[in-house]
């Protein structure tokens, strides 16, 4: 016998569905929240954990190269740096004393010459017939003169004739010796030792007398007087007590021009030997003079030369490289290296030279001081030296450091 089981009837489902309450909307909400949860979690754990955890670990940090120099403890001596110019000792301008046509030059354009040498030759034939001339009233003024004081001796003239005759001898001669001097002056010789210039007026021409209403007659030639020159520059009034008492004392004042450049193998020193007696309103400045012997012709007048004019000395003084100096807010310091560490020393400048700068400051002879790389350098940090610079002594040109390839930097870690 078949036996059939009916179906379960769909309202007893749904009663069990709804009795167990687990639907699949609501599964699928119950996920997202728990997934939401989780994520909240973890975001609350991060954010924990980066602003509660200790400090990172020391980055490493690289040692700023650098160049020092040593310091030193020496005399410095207390200058000025300007430019100076070459003058002529002096400048004559030759001219004729006599008017003719000009037949000869007797040099060459730019020659040294010496006083009395013979420059030019103006025709002289007007004058040696002007001169003969008077030569022969000379001779007869003076035979007649002879011959009335003879007479006067006999009694046979009166001396009123006797006087007269004199007079006229002594005005011949007078008149003969003009006409000498010109006959002399037709030859133009050198007033001074110097170095000639170009000639202005060449032979062939008619020239005019200097002595003439033509005053302002060009030159034939103009020499310059060159051993010795003289050197003049301009020093700040400031200077003035420093530049009078070098002056006063027995070594006097001295200046050395550097001409390296221009190829000498040493500086040249001249002694000054001519102060302003005043100083110009205009630059606030005072002229100084030295003289230069000039022997091998170095200088020549119009020429502009680097000057040094030592005007004191500072005994004893802490030098060291001018580059060494930096200004900071709380004044000038310079940066010390010890054990390859930077410290920071503050410094007074007593003088600045150019190259090198007395200083007084809490360092002492053969400490190491920094010339090169300060901007990368922190105080208290470690710098890696790369080389020693030498000082430079003030005068001439600065020696130029050496060639060297510069060394792998290391790092530190602080």
Not at 15 to 38: E, F, H, V
Not at 193 to 198: E, H, V
Not at 241 to 246: L, N, T
Not at 314 to 322: E, G, M, Q, S, W
Request: charged share 15%.
């Amino acid at each position: 016998m078949n036996v059939q089981v009916p179906p379960p009837s769909s309202s007893k489902v749904q009663t069990s569905t709804a009795q167990t309450g687990t639907s699949p909307a609501r599964q699928l909400l119950s996920r997202k929240y728990l997934i939401g949860a989780a994520g909240l979690a973890v975001a609350l754990g991060g954010f924990w954990y980066f602003t509660n955890s200790s400090a990172p670990p020391p980055r490493r940090v690289m040692a700023a190269p650098v160049r020092v120099a040593m310091v030193e403890q020496r005399n410095m001596e207390v200058i000025e740096r300007t430019i100076g110019t070459v003058i002529a000792n002096s400048t004559v301008s030759v001219n004729a004393r006599v008017q003719g046509q000009l037949t000869r030059a007797f040099f060459r354009e730019g020659q040294m010459v010496k006083t009395g040498d013979l420059l030019f030759q103006i025709d002289p034939r007007p004058y040696q017939a002007t001169y003969d001339n008077a030569a022969a009233a000379v001779a007869s003024a003076k035979a007649k003169f002879d011959r009335y004081t003879r007479l006067k001796g006999q009694n046979a003239i009166s001396p009123q004739d006797v006087d007269d005759a004199q007079a006229l001898y002594l005005e011949a001669r007078a008149t003969a010796e003009s006409a000498r001097l010109n006959l002399e002056f037709t030859q133009i010789r050198s007033p001074v030792n110097g170095k000639t210039g170009p000639i202005l007026i060449q032979p062939g021409n008619m020239v005019a007398s200097s002595s003439s209403a033509n005053a302002s007659a060009t030159p034939l030639v103009t020499i310059n007087e060159i051993q010795p020159v003289k050197i003049s520059l301009a020093l700040p009034q400031s200077e003035l007590p420093r530049i009078q008492q070098m002056v006063n004392t027995p070594q006097g004042l001295t200046i050395t021009m550097n001409l390296r450049a221009a190829g000498a193998e040493k500086d040249l020193t001249a002694k000054v030997d001519f102060v302003s007696n005043a100083v110009t309103n205009t630059t606030g400045t005072i002229e100084l003079r030295a003289t230069y012997p000039n022997a091998d012709l170095a200088l020549v007048p119009g020429q502009l030369v680097n000057v040094v004019a030592s005007l004191a000395e500072i005994k004893n003084a802490t030098v060291i490289p001018r580059e060494a100096v930096n200004t900071g807010p709380d004044g000038t310091f310079v940066y010390r290296v010890t054990d390859n560490t930077a410290q920071q020393v503050p410094v007074r400048v007593l003088f600045d030279d150019g190259d090198n700068a007395a200083i007084d400051a809490n360092l002492n002879a053969g400490d190491r001081v920094i010339v090169d790389g300060q901007i990368r350098v922190v105080p208290g940090a470690k710098v890696q030296v790369n080389g020693t610079r030498a000082q430079n002594n003030g005068q001439g040109v600065r020696p130029p450091a050496p060639a060297a390839s510069p060394a792998p930097m290391k790092a530190d870690v602080f």
